[in-house]
Each structure stands twice: as C-alpha cells, then as structure tokens.
Nanobody
Framework: HLVESGGGVAQAGGSLRLSCEAS????????MGWFRQAPGKEREFVAA????????FYTDSVKGRFTISRDNAKNMVYLRMNSLAPEDTAVYYCTAGTNTGAIRDGNSGYWGQGTQVTVSS
C-alpha cells in the first residue's frame, strides 16, 4: 500500500516535494521509485532509489533538478523537485519493486494512486 502526497500547483522555476508512505510491505527490502504520466502520454520513469539509498537513478530530463531520497525508519520515500517547468506537469506515482532495474523497466509490484503536479508558466 503506497500513498502519495505533496502534489499541487507551482509556478515555473518553483519547487515541490512529493512524499510516499508505504505500509503492508517490508519497506527496507524494496527499491522505490517515481513515475509520471502527463495527459495523452504514456507513464514514464522519473527516478529510482535502491533499498538502502546507496544508489539513485534519474531520467535525463530531471537530472540536476529532482532528488529522490528515502527514510527507512519512517517507511517514506521523497521526490524533491526544483526548477519546475510546465513539461513536468503530470500525475506522479510512487512505486516499489524488487530492485531498481525492475522499477526502471516498469516491472514494479506496487503502485500508489498518484498525486497531481501542475506547473504554470
């Protein structure tokens, strides 16, 4: 069970932090990630983090702007989004998978319901 929060409306150049709380799974055993889906487009990979936070991966379009992190003591994963642009507008989904490779391939076992992020120009 994954529940996202923190979405909303931001101006271009602004920042938001998304949070995802996990329950019902052994959080420390899972890699975590974020995907997004813009209107009329397919869901795309955004970022992933290994079970211990030691490795992170990002899609090219967000490198240097977004940061994924996790707190295993709180069963939480975060996505800090800086320098937001209108093309970042999408529903953002939290996901848990056996490893970061599975997440990046979209083969995750668990998905949240999503949180809307809208960036105005």
């Amino acid at each position: 069970h994954l529940v996202e929060s923190g979405g909303g409306v931001a101006q271009a150049g602004g920042s938001l932090r998304l949070s995802c709380e996990a329950s019902g799974l052994s959080f420390i055993n899972y890699a975590m990630g974020w995907f997004r889906q813009a209107p009329g487009k397919e869901r795309e990979f955004v970022a992933a983090i290994s079970y211990d936070g030691g490795a992170t991966f990002y899609t090219d379009s967000v490198k240097g702007r977004f940061t994924i992190s996790r707190d295993n003591a709180k069963n939480m994963v975060y996505l800090r989004m800086n320098s937001l642009a209108p093309e970042d507008t999408a529903v953002y989904y939290c996901t848990a998978g056996t490893n970061t490779g599975a997440i990046r391939d979209g083969n995750s076992g668990y998905w949240g319901q999503g949180t809307q992020v809208t960036v105005s120009s």
